[in-house]
């Protein structure tokens, strides 16, 4: 069905793909392939001039190639980041290791692994399991995954930290629910707490490096009543009371319908303050169903499971447990203000 023509081209593409030596070329190739504007959208274009009666095996054909590119461009990412990594082990110092270690003063554990640590163990309670992964992700796991192709104006909303090898420092742990839907299937319970990264504008209740726990459940005949039931039930284990709560449509891409769920701010008793903008509330967990494009990416039947997804802020959590009014207190080296946790553990 294709002509010798496209034939040669996919060839061109994939032999530019295995002859990138950087990321950036990568990036390049992955918005002329498939980018908005890319060959692919071109070559979807042209359905409408095929006979009917090839259409569906035409369509087809196309999204296997879409399917192919994507997969060797990943392999092609992961290659130059594991050469990268490679050269720069082979270059640091070697250490002595029996050079005498000098004494230390005894630590505390800081706020923010005190309260994960408690968010862990109410989520386990639920039924849920604990992953993890890279600080330093993918493209592919952080937006294309969750719904977030090359030139979608969400991707603008995240701030991203670029890096020189085309990899970026995550926006938010989102990109692990990804991973583990590869790794475990469905059905699946699970959290994922761990350091995000946004370049923001550094304020009383923004920081550039926060702390989020990406949470995802995800079965046949899971609704919003699942999601609102586990959510209240998690923040009323936190904070040992009732908490006044309040959800509000949200926009987000990688979930269908999406929400905003504010609690009244702790610290001011919904009177107004610095840290909630003098609002009275907190937007502390955009939350919602799981879009249809997630699950498939991640190879589930969407007309089977069906799931819900949430992102909690640990930090402004913090503040609001232990009424910091400054979310910069909580990334502060000043270990006079650390210690007075000590007596929360």
Not at 97 to 113: D, F, N, R
Not at 119 to 147: C, Q, T
Not at 170 to 181: D, I, K, L
Not at 193 to 205: K, L, M, Y
Request: hydrophobic content about 40%; aromatic content about 10%; overall charge negative.
């Amino acid at each position: 069905m294709f002509s010798d023509e496209i034939k040669e081209r996919i060839e061109s593409f994939k032999s530019q793909i295995q002859a990138a030596i950087e990321e950036k070329q990568l990036r390049d190739i992955h918005v002329s392939v498939l980018g908005r504007n890319g060959w692919i959208k071109d070559l979807m274009g042209k359905i409408k001039d095929i006979p009917a009666e090839a259409r569906k095996d035409y369509g087809q054909l196309v999204n296997t190639i879409k399917d192919d590119f994507t997969e060797l461009l990943r392999t092609r990412e992961a290659f130059l980041l594991n050469e990268s990594l490679r050269k720069e082990a082979e270059s640091l110092p070697e250490m002595d290791l029996m050079i005498p270690m000098q004494s230390m003063e005894k630590g505390t554990v800081h706020p923010l692994t005190i309260v994960e640590q408690e968010i862990i163990e109410i989520f386990k309670g639920l039924g849920f399991s604990v992953a993890s992964g890279p600080e330093m992700e993918m493209d592919y796991y952080n937006f294309e995954a969750l719904n977030i192709p090359a030139e979608h104006p969400a991707r603008d909303m995240q701030d991203t930290f670029w890096l020189e090898n085309g990899w970026l420092l995550r926006t938010h742990t989102s990109s692990c629910q990804v991973r583990a839907m590869e790794k475990y299937g469905v059905p699946i319970r699970v959290i994922a707490p761990g350091r995000t990264f946004r370049n923001e504008a550094v304020d009383a209740s923004h920081e550039n490096t926060f702390h989020q726990v990406e949470g995802l459940m995800v079965d046949k005949g899971i609704s919003v009543s699942n999601l609102i039931y586990v959510l209240k039930t998690f923040l009323g284990e936190v904070f040992k009371k009732d908490i006044t709560v309040r959800l509000r449509p949200g926009f987000f891409p990688f979930v269908e319908p999406g929400f905003e769920l504010d609690i009244r701010c702790i610290i001011c008793g919904g009177g107004g303050c610095q840290t909630c903008g003098y609002s009275g509330w907190i937007e502390l967990v955009p939350c919602g169903m799981v879009h249809r494009r997630v699950l498939e990416m991640s190879k589930v039947d969407p007309d089977q499971y069906t799931g819900f997804a949430f992102g909690l802020g640990i930090s402004r959590l913090v503040m609001m447990k232990y009424n910091i009014p400054d979310i910069r207190v909580i990334n502060r080296a000043d270990l006079r203000e650390l210690r007075q946790f000590d007596a929360f553990i």
